[in-house]
C-alpha cells in the first residue's frame, strides 16, 4: 500500500505553487501544473528518504522498525 499525502496547489500571477500538506518544507513552484505536480513528488521522496535516514541515524543500534497506522 502507497501512502498518500495531501497537495495544496494555486496559481499565484505566472507560477504555480504547491506544498504537501502533511510534511514541513516540501514546496515547489514551476510554470504549469503538471511541472509542480512532478516536482512536489520528487521533493516529497526526498525529503521522506532524508527523513528517514536521519531518524536511523539518531537511533544508532540496537534499534526495531515497527509500522504504525493512523
Known amino acids: 500500500m502507497k501512502n498518500a499525502y495531501t497537495a495544496v496547489i494555486k496559481k499565484e500571477n505566472d507560477w504555480w505553487v504547491g506544498w504537501i500538506e502533511e ?38 543500534g540496537g534499534y526495531e522498525e515497527e509500522s504504525i497506522a493512523v
Open 23 to 60: 510534511v514541513p518544507g516540501v514546496n515547489c513552484q514551476e510554470k504549469t501544473r503538471d511541472e509542480l505536480k512532478r516536482t512536489l513528488r520528487v521533493t516529497l521522496k526526498e525529503a521522506l528518504e532524508f527523513n528517514r535516514y536521519d531518524a536511523l541515524s539518531a537511533a544508532g
